[in-house]
């Protein structure tokens, strides 16, 4: 399967443990994307990265959130101390730096779940 | 106001049926524009880039119209297989970067 994915598909945590997911973009894409999906709405942008740079974090993301892709391939999302109101589905997109085309192709998500 | 707006539905159609979802977005900086197709507890997916000029991809149909900052989708003949959430996607070219900004989508039920 040469598309995105993501793991875990689920994580079930309690409430103030800290949760680690992972991307793995389509090999060639530059371009990588968190989003986060709650029931009912549109994804919504959380962070991005061109190649090993975060070039920018949504307001959605606070100090409890960092996300890393250390040599430019897969990335990761640490949510520390979560909190309910970070239940949702976590996304991962990538895309491409070519001219005109700024399609994102998605992975299966992270449904998280904050007891 | 929300930067992408679309009427939530739920569009119960019967199979064959004709159904049309509209879409508005604020902001006219606006460069390119897409729909993606959501099935219940599934990742987005691509349905289709809409263009100025509209485009047509079997039974599907985009519209955009600039001036009135609307976007249309058009399904003809519709099949079970169609009931999804349809996303209406704005993409702006903000901060050096692409940024895709996506509405709360669109319900549609095919029934038989």
């Known amino acids: 399967d040469t598309g995105v994915s993501q793991n875990p598909r689920h994580k079930i945590t309690k409430r103030g443990q800290n949760v680690t997911f992972r991307c793995d973009p389509i090999?060639?894409?530059?371009?990588l994307y968190w989003y986060r999906q709650t029931l009912g709405q549109g994804p919504e942008f959380l962070t991005y990265?061109?190649?090993?740079?975060?070039?920018?974090k949504s307001r959605l993301l606070s100090d409890r959130f960092s996300a890393e892709r250390p040599k430019g391939s897969f990335s990761t999302l640490e949510i520390q101390r979560t909190e309910q109101g970070d239940s949702a589905m976590y996304l991962c997109?990538?895309?491409?730096?070519?001219?005109?085309?700024?399609?994102?192709?998605f992975g299966p998500g992270t449904r998280l779940t904050v007891t | 106001r929300k930067e992408v707006e679309q009427d939530p539905g739920p569009f119960n159609v019967p199979e064959g049926a004709t159904v049309a979802f509209n879409c508005t977005y604020s902001?006219?900086?606006?460069?390119?524009f897409f729909w993606y197709r959501q099935d219940c507890r599934k990742e987005p997916k691509l349905l289709m880039s809409?263009?100025?000029s509209g485009n047509e991809d079997g039974r599907f149909t985009a519209q955009l119209n600039r001036a009135s900052q609307y976007i249309s989708l058009l399904i003809r003949d519709s099949k079970l297989s169609d009931s999804a959430t349809y996303l209406c996607?704005?993409?702006?070219?903000?901060?050096?970067?692409?940024?895709?900004?996506f509405g709360a989508g669109t319900r549609l039920a095919v029934h038989p």
């Open positions: 997109a990538s895309g491409t730096n070519r001219a005109s085309s700024y399609e994102q192709y």
């Open positions: 090999s060639e894409h530059n371009r």
């Open positions: 990265f061109q190649n090993e740079a975060q070039l920018e």
């Open positions: 902001n006219s900086a606006s460069q390119s």
């Open positions: 809409v263009y100025s």
């Open positions: 996607v704005v993409n702006l070219f903000s901060g050096g970067y692409n940024k895709l900004i």
